[in-house]
């Protein structure tokens, strides 16, 4: 259930026949998921503005990228998912493509394709680049400095979104003359543009949420929903007709959501049903990818005129 059921051969390197590939210089971005992706958004947007007759490829990895990004790509820009980074799938699929050059979002560093772009005379660039303190470790023993410098070194430019972030690249051995530091692209992405039907969608439920005080609990992981849930039960003692708008991080722990909000007795909607929200409703749980989705954030300035982040350590 993670692989496009017809499009699945694109992981392999072999191109979707939809789409040949244009006879110019071609420009390859590459982002994992739905986040990188509208982070790489901004960018490709003003690359195409720049170069009007420039073919653009995009890629991402997963279906949830796939299922919201496809639909907010301008014509020029061609999508496709992402070759495995093993040797056949990246040699056919740079070998099919032909990049002039290859633009990676943030902690996308893939030996096989940087060592093979490189071999080409391909460059190379990581951009919002960010490495956790996971990954710095475990590419910091003995065995592994000299591989990820040796990668690392076949980049020509790296943009990392903070200065802890710079650090870290340099502690691997990165050239300090390919570090630039520009900024976390995420706060460049805006507003998505929002189609009018969706727009009266948002609009009818702004309706149904009546005037109601909101919160929301948004990117929310697997066992979190306890906690808000428990939140929102203290919230309610103040605030009698508060409204919790809760965001799964995931769309498949939906069903662990579910459970939980049965467990507490919680009335609730799932967006997908497109059940009415009534004023019993205490929960509104977004459980399916789109404009609507917080993550973009178009629906937060819809739905809330005044709202907070709460951060929670447990």
């Known amino acids: 259930g993670l692989e496009h059921q017809s499009r699945w051969p694109e992981r392999l390197g072999r191109p979707s026949v939809a789409r040949p590939r244009p006879g110019s ?3 390859w971005f590459h982002a994992v998921s739905l986040g990188e992706g509208m982070a790489a958004l901004p960018v490709v947007f003003h690359c195409a503005r720049l170069h009007p007759g420039l073919p653009i490829l995009l890629t991402t990895t997963t279906l949830s990228a796939f299922k919201v990004i496809k639909d907010l790509l301008p014509d020029v820009v061609i999508y496709q998912f992402a070759p495995l ?3 056949d799938a990246i040699e056919s699929f740079i070998g099919y493509w032909k ?4 633009l990676l979002m943030e902690s996308e560093l893939w030996p096989n394709l940087i060592m093979s772009a490189a071999e080409k005379g391909i460059a190379v660039a990581l951009l ?3 490495m956790s303190l996971k990954s710095l470790n475990r590419w910091s023993v003995p065995l592994g400095l000299p591989l990820v410098s040796l990668m690392l070194s076949k980049l020509s430019l790296v943009i990392p979104l903070s200065t ?3 650090v870290r690249f340099q502690l691997l051995h990165t050239p300090p003359n390919k570090i630039h530091f520009a900024g976390d692209l995420k706060y460049a992405v805006g507003d998505v543009e929002v189609r009018e039907k969706e727009l009266n969608t948002i609009k009818d439920l702004q309706r149904q949420f009546n005037d109601r005080p909101i919160w929301m609990a948004a ?3 697997r066992g979190e929903e306890e906690v808000i849930l ?5 919230l309610i003692k103040a605030y009698p007709s508060l409204l919790l708008i809760l965001v799964p991080r995931h769309p498949q722990d939906i069903k662990n959501v579910s459970l939980a909000l049965k467990k ?3 009335n609730f909607v799932l967006r997908s049903t497109m059940e009415l929200v009534s004023i019993n409703t205490r929960v509104y749980v977004v459980d399916t990818l789109g404009l609507c989705n917080p993550s973009i954030g178009k629906c937060v300035h819809y739905f809330c005129t005044d709202y907070v982040y709460i951060h929670l350590n447990y």
């Open 85 to 87: 980074d093993c040797p």
């Open 219 to 221: 990117s929310v992981h």
């Open 164 to 166: 802890i972030q710079a």
């Open 99 to 102: 990049p002039s050059l290859i």
């Open 128 to 130: 919002n680049a960010r």
């Open 230 to 234: 428990r939140v929102h039960g203290e």
């Open 25 to 27: 210089p071609l420009v």
């Open 264 to 266: 507490h007795k919680v």
